[in-house]
C-alpha cells in the first residue's frame, strides 16, 4: 500500500534559524502533495502544496522541495519563529479517479526556543 | 468567510452505542472528507463525499458510514462503538474531484468508555 512518512519525529531550533523538515514518499506515481501544521487542539491547518510537474515551490517564509527521484519531500522554514511550535505532517494525494484521498506520515513535532 | 465547522467538539459514548458527527464545509465547496486521527498519529482517511454520493473509502469497516446533504454538508456515522474508536475526527473540504487543497476543521474529539 501507499505510505508517506517523516525522517524524523522531533526537530527542535532556536527562534531566527531556518528549519528543515523532510519527508519521504513510497508511491511512485503520488501526484500532489501538500504540507498541514496541526497546534495542540485544532484541526491541520494548510502551508503549502506542490504538482509533481514542479521541484519547488515558495510561499511566505516556506519552501517546499520535491525529489523524485528519491522519492523525497521536504518543508523548509525560513526564519523560524516561537508560532511555528507545531506538529507538521506531509500528505500525498493518491490518485484515484473516483476520489481524492490524503495518505498522511505520522508527523515532525517542531519545537522553537527563544 | 467561514471555514470548515464541525459539531461537536467533544463527546463521550460509552461501548456498543452509535454516534453521528456533522460538518459543514467552507463556502464554496462541495466536496468533503472525513479522516480519523488517533492520538500521536497522522490523520486516516476513512471516506469521501461529492455530489451526495461516497466516491473513495479507505480501510474501515461498515460500522462506518456517512451522508451528503444538498447543501453539501456531512454526516458521519458510526454504530456499535469499540474503545478503538476513541479519536479525533476531522473533516476536510475541498472544490470538486480535480488535484486542490483540502481544509479542515478542528475536528470532534470523541472518546469511547
Known amino acids: 500500500g501507499e505510505s508517506v512518512g517523516l525522517h524524523l519525529p522531533t526537530l527542535s531550533v532556536q527562534e531566527g534559524d531556518n528549519s528543515i523538515i523532510n519527508c519521504a514518499y513510497s508511491n511512485s506515481a503520488s501526484d500532489y502533495f501538500i504540507w498541514y501544521k496541526q497546534e495542540s487542539g485544532k484541526g491541520p491547518q494548510f502551508i503549502i502544496d506542490i504538482r509533481s510537474n514542479m521541484d519547488k515551490r515558495q510561499g511566505q517564509r516556506v519552501t517546499v522541495l520535491l525529489n523524485k527521484t528519491v522519492k523525497h519531500l521536504s518543508l523548509q522554514i525560513a526564519a523560524t519563529q516561537p508560532g511555528d511550535s507545531a506538529v507538521y505532517f506531509c500528505?500525498?494525494?493518491?490518485?484515484?479517479?473516483?476520489?481524492?484521498?490524503?495518505?498522511f506520515g505520522k508527523g515532525t513535532t517542531l519545537s522553537v526556543s527563544s | 468567510d467561514a471555514g470548515v465547522t464541525q459539531s461537536p467538539t467533544h463527546l463521550i459514548k460509552t461501548r456498543g452505542q452509535q454516534v453521528t458527527l456533522r460538518c459543514s464545509p467552507k463556502?464554496?465547496?462541495?466536496?468533503v472528507s472525513w479522516y480519523q486521527q488517533a492520538l500521536g498519529q497522522g490523520p486516516q482517511f476513512i471516506f469521501q463525499?461529492?455530489?451526495?454520493?461516497e466516491r473513495q473509502r479507505g480501510n474501515f469497516p461498515d460500522r462506518f458510514s456517512g451522508h451528503q446533504f444538498p447543501n453539501y454538508s456531512s454526516e458521519l456515522n458510526v454504530n456499535a462503538l469499540l474503545l478503538g474508536d476513541s479519536a479525533l475526527y476531522l473533516c476536510?473540504?475541498?472544490w470538486g474531484q480535480g488535484v486542490q487543497p483540502q481544509h479542515f476543521g478542528d475536528g470532534t474529539r470523541l472518546s469511547i468508555l
Open positions: 500528505a500525498d494525494e493518491a490518485p484515484n479517479q473516483a476520489g481524492t484521498a490524503l495518505i
Open positions: 463556502s464554496g465547496h462541495d466536496t
Open positions: 463525499y461529492y455530489e451526495e454520493e
Open positions: 476536510a473540504s475541498s
